[in-house]
């Protein structure tokens, strides 16, 4: 089975001038449905930057990159946002939940940007979503009446709406102790193995990291090599 996302020779520069840096340096991978990746370095190696590459969030000065077979360096920008929110879901650092909204409406979000599902549709898969990651109970809240803990697993469960074949994840436990990290670590791995979709984190935390399937380390935008 081919690679459901695909990168070669990814190269990109950050900042101007004096401040211009090489964020990343010919960066390649691969990533096969129902594994799990965790991409680990210190900050400033090019974790982050790689991620939104690979995300269809910014665009790469060189290099090509593949999701669901179709290269994408050469999509217009709203292909490529109907690319991301078919394949991709996102959960980042911090979740992001629009506060004036109850929490199923914020789940419910890339649905409605999708425009596949029937309000009704969307409304079963999101209270089936919440179920999922333990919130059922509260999806009538609004977000910023949950933890901190509480809020990031709402933005998974948003991440999973459009049932993604890609979960992307910018250090998505980096807010929280090290129980609700763990729980939410286990929440991503777990429901990724159960749908048979990627997942691929960027994350600070080696314990964590080393619990994926592929360990990824990253240094001055390059990969390197693992031990075996």
């Given amino acids: ?11 990109r520069h950050l900042g101007e001038g004096l401040t211009r ?8 991978l691969k990533i096969e449905q129902g ?3 965790s991409i680990v370095g210190h900050s400033g190696s090019g974790k982050s930057t790689l991620l939104y590459l690979l995300g269809l969030l910014d665009r790469a000065e060189s290099g090509s990159i593949k999701l669901a077979g179709q290269a994408t360096e050469n999509l217009h920008d709203d292909e490529r946002t ?4 078919r394949f991709l879901g996102f959960v980042f650092q911090f979740h992001f ?11 419910m979000i890339p649905m409605r940007k999708l425009g596949i599902k029937s309000p009704k549709a969307m409304k079963e898969t999101g209270m089936s979503l919440l179920d999922s990651v333990g ?17 990031q697993r709402v933005a998974i ?7 993604p074949q890609v979960v992307l994840a910018d250090e998505p436990t980096g807010n929280l102790d090290r129980k609700n990290a763990d729980r939410v670590f286990e929440l991503l ?3 990724s193995r159960e749908r048979g979709n990627a997942f691929v984190m960027v994350s600070h935390n080696m314990e964590l990291a080393e619990r994926c399937d592929v360990v990824m380390p990253m240094q001055d935008g390059r990969f390197l090599p693992v031990e075996s």
Avoid: C, W
């Fill in 1 to 11: 089975m081919p690679p459901i996302l695909e990168a070669r020779n990814l190269s």
């Fill in 21 to 28: 840096v090489h964020a990343l340096r010919n960066v390649s």
């Fill in 35 to 37: 594994k799990t990746y």
């Fill in 82 to 85: 109907e690319l991301r929110n």
């Fill in 97 to 107: 939940l629009i506060k004036e909204f109850s929490v199923l409406d914020n789940v």
């Fill in 135 to 151: 919130l059922a109970d509260k999806a009538l809240r609004m977000g910023n009446q949950l933890s901190g803990g509480e809020q």
């Fill in 157 to 163: 469960a948003r991440a999973l709406a459009n049932d």
């Fill in 189 to 191: 791995s777990n429901i």
